[in-house]
Every structure is written in structure tokens, then in C-alpha cells.
């Protein structure tokens, strides 16, 4: 069994986790991320990329690698794990048990996420085989994904029980701020950052807020049943 964290001290609030869409040109999010990545408190930057040749992959990659790590982000990519070393980033998200195993050679030099998990026994064999982090709530390839309330269960009961970390991938700022009182780890924030109309700085600035804001209410509640 993955190892319990039931007796370790309170967890400090959840940071930000950011997934960018899915690009076919990192160069203009070269100039956007880094003033977005100083501001917040973003531990993460997962890179989505669409489909292309690993040459141009790479070179999408390591255009985004080292602006980003200079701001004290990690730099992981979606699924391309056989990239990662090659382009400089900090490690990989993969999806599933057998995406898993195919990366297992990135750790222990780089970070190896995984989600995609559909049941507790899943992501108590992830935990087990060593997974960096584990993520609940992304969407299938399918797009389908469970409900906000089933997703607060499962990051709940992870994080009251086991030691690696948990990620809540929040579809919306509602369910960021439900996730934050969960005992998430880190809250992964993507395509309503990026399609807010009054852009990306502003939908941040409300989701850490939101977060901020979440887990203290919990915490204060928490502090009040147990003086």
C-alpha cells in the first residue's frame, strides 16, 4: 500500500497547477508564460501539444523549457515522455498504469505524473509503483469525466491517506474552489484560464483567490470542530 499521511501535520493551501491547450506553436506562449509565472504561484506548467513529428515536438518543447524553469516552474509534458529528456523538461504526465510503466526510466531524475486513474485500486497501484503525483478529474480522451462531487471524494480520501501527491484538475472556478478544500495537493487550472474573455491574468488571479479562499474557510471550520 502507498504509504499513509493520516498523522503528518496540516497541509499548507493547494497551489497552482497550469495546463496550456493543446499547441502547435509554443513561440508566442514563450513571451506570454514567464510574466504569468512570476506573478502567481504556480509549482507546474504541464505543456499539451498537438500531434507532430518528434523533431518539431522537441523544438516546441525546448522553445517554452527554459523560459519557464526561470521562473522556478517545472516544466512537465503531456504524454511525450520519450521527449522529455532530449528537450530539457522536467518530467512527464502520462495517463494511466501502463503509461506509467512505459516512462518508469524517467525517474528518479525527473518527475513522473500520472492520471487517468478510474478507480481507487488504480491509483493505489500508481502510488505504489512510485508516481510523483497522481491527478483526478481529467477529462478522457472521450471528454467525459466524473462529477465534481465524485472528484472531491477521491482527492479526499486520497489525501487523508497516502503520501504521494494529489493534483484536482478544476474544469471551471467553482470546482477549483471545491477541490482546494479536499486536501488536494495542487488544483490544475487549463482551458477556462485561456478562454476567459478578459484573458488569462484575470481568470488566475480568481482562481488563486478562489483557492485561497476555499481552503482557509475549510481550515477555520476544521480548527472550530477540533479546538
Known sequence: MASSKSH???QPAPRLYLAT???DDTAAFA???PPLLAEFDIAALLLRLQDA???TLTSRIKALAGPVQATGTALLVDRQHNLVAR???D???VGGLREMEEAASLQP???LGVGQLHTRHDAMLAGESGADYLLFGEPSDAGERPSPEAIFERLQWWAELFEPPCV???ATLEEAALFAGSGADFVMVADFVWSDARGPKAALTDAQAAIAGSFAQTRDAAQAAHP
Open 53 to 55: 513529428d518528434e523533431r
Open 168 to 170: 484536482g484538475y478544476a
Open 8 to 10: 503528518l501535520p496540516a
Open 109 to 111: 531524475q525527473r518527475i
Open 87 to 89: 528537450a530539457g523538461a
Open 31 to 33: 513571451a506570454l508564460l
Open 21 to 23: 491547450p493543446a499547441l
Open 91 to 93: 518530467g512527464a504526465h
